[in-house]
């Protein structure tokens, strides 16, 4: 009987142990899941304040000057696209580089995007 006993702890520790071990594997996956995305999305409201502090800046040191001057012709518009998207990456970190690269393939064209939808808000308040 003493011997039965001691096979059926075995096996219920082993069992135990086991998933034990699964749970740990799968609360793991879950923690790992939660942190990516909270750092994808800090990435995201990160790359949204950078562009649009990128644009400001970028409207208030060289467009609006050049508005009043009336010489904000083409050229200058695409300067001041490239101006915006310098500042812009120059305010992201590596990290958060990398995150919406992971998010969203390429990073430029997601900028792109940011920049441009910015712009078109700041026109939308000034009118």
Same mark, same amino acid.
């Given at each position: 009987?003493?011997?039965?006993?001691?096979?059926?702890?075995?096996?219920?520790?082993?069992?135990?142990?086991?998933?034990?071990?699964?749970?740990?594997?799968?609360?793991?996956?879950?923690?790992?899941?939660?942190?990516?995305?909270?750092?994808?999305?800090?990435?995201?409201? !990160? %790359?949204? /304040?950078?562009?649009?502090?990128?644009?400001? #800046? +970028? $409207?208030?040191?060289?467009?609006? &000057?050049?508005? @009043?001057?009336?010489?904000?012709?083409? !050229? %200058?518009? /695409?300067?001041?696209?490239?101006?915006?998207? #310098? +500042? $812009?990456?120059?305010?992201?970190? &590596?990290?958060? @580089?990398?995150?919406?690269?992971?998010?969203?393939?390429?990073?430029?064209?997601?900028?792109?995007?940011?920049?441009?939808?910015?712009?078109?808000?700041?026109?939308?308040?000034?009118?």
């Amino acid at each position: 009987m003493t011997e039965i006993l001691n096979i059926a702890l075995s096996v219920l520790g082993a069992l135990v142990t086991a998933a034990v071990t699964a749970l740990s594997k799968v609360l793991i996956g879950l923690i790992k899941e939660k942190i990516g995305g909270e750092k994808a999305k800090r990435a995201a409201e !990160a %790359a949204v /304040k950078a562009v649009s502090a990128s644009v400001a #800046a +970028t $409207a208030q040191t060289y467009v609006d &000057e050049l508005k @009043k001057s009336g010489s904000f012709d083409a !050229a %200058a518009q /695409k300067n001041a696209f490239e101006k915006a998207k #310098a +500042t $812009a990456l120059s305010m992201l970190s &590596e990290s958060a @580089k990398k995150a919406l690269t992971e998010m969203y393939g390429d990073l430029n064209a997601y900028l792109d995007v940011e920049i441009e939808s910015a712009v078109r808000a700041d026109k939308a308040k000034a009118a």
